[in-house]
């Protein structure tokens, strides 16, 4: 076979090196530079913040306190303990926040899923969503990764396109809300990550002896790329820092494996519309293969559609004779439980599919008491003695 001529050569390494340039540039200049020339408001990341390296060394801005919480309809929806443990870390912490009752759904589902959706309707979902946030005071915390990695998407696509920023200003003016680009879009697993060392000071349960294996979303990492977490100190800088950050912070012997970079197999479309391949690459591509190389007591993760493919498809793979069995859950799980947390009223573990109570009695937690704490406090519920479960009761 010939070689390709110089010309080619050179104008495919043009490309890469423009790429490489995109993909590693630091967007804040412009994001500022357009609410200098009036375009919108940029929502400053607060005082009270710490200063992580992103991807390609940029320095990122996670604030402690002070959050607007932007929930996900599928974390509230099936795994609700995911939500209440980022929560309780946050009150546990001191750190204040807002619980907000008018935020709307991302819209994400139709972006990756459906696409049924346009440009400027996605953009205007998401920057109403931060002025939402902006009118309170409070600065957005994203709990779900898709979200977080479609508000990426967003920002880069106004960054790049004047007549986008145009339609979506029109429909932001009928809704009476003002053009708000935040500072920094952060994941809730960033500021998980950024206070580590804060939640580790106050673990009350040995995770020395947990043998943990990793997932790391996609649409954390993989969606504009250069703005997700990278540390030296883990992995070499070769993978995400987070997740794998706070299990390292409390103990945990983090195992790895091989399929590390694979999709959970989730994809959205594919959770929609090719439901089985779902299971059984989530199954046999992920779980398997982590069982047969790292044998951990626990896989954790940090995106809403990951916790839900690794940990519902073991139930579903079970007919097909493949049984895995390998408790799943976030790392905002895991840290709660290793402050303290209540495994049911905090964490909410029943929710899940997998066996987590051997995980629990590792832990040294007696699952079987604690879930008749739980059943005593749904007694009070039903015989109408309690209208809800306070934070009192949780702490109980």
Known sequence: MSAEPVS?????????????????????????????RGEWIVHRVPEDHVSVSTKYGLSKKIPRSHLWHHKSCGQCGHIPGYSTSIFWLMRKLGYDYDDPRDQTSCTAWNYYASATSNPAAQAAVALRNFAAAYETGFYPLIHCGTSYGHY???RRELLGHPELRHEVRKVLEK??????????????????????????????????????????????????????????DIYGGQRTAVVTGIATALGADVR?????????????????????????????????VMKEEANPDVVLTHDTG??????????AARAQGHDVDVPVMSEAQFAALAMGAHPYKVCQLHWHSANYRPLLEKMGIDWRQAWAEFEAQLEDLRDGGKEFITWDDVEA
């Open 152 to 154: 990426k998407d967003v």
């Open 175 to 232: 809704l009476g809300k003002p053009m708000v680009m935040p500072e920094e879009i952060v994941h809730y697993s960033e500021w998980i990550h950024a206070l580590r060392d804060e939640i580790a000071a106050r673990q009350v349960r040995d995770f020395s002896n947990i043998a943990v294996s990793i997932h790391p979303a996609c649409h954390y990492y993989k969606l504009v790329e250069g703005d997700a977490i990278f540390d030296p």
């Open 8 to 36: 080619v050569v050179l104008a495919k390494k043009q490309r890469f090196d423009r790429e490489a340039d995109r993909r590693s540039a630091d967007f804040h200049e412009e994001v500022f530079d357009l609410e200098a």
């Open 306 to 315: 990951c916790v839900t493919a690794l940990d519902k498809s073991q139930f």
């Open 256 to 288: 790895s494996y091989s399929t590390w970079f694979d999709c959970c197999g989730f994809g959205f479309r594919h959770i929609l519309v090719q439901r089985d391949f779902t299971r059984s690459f989530a199954t046999t591509r992920k779980l398997e």
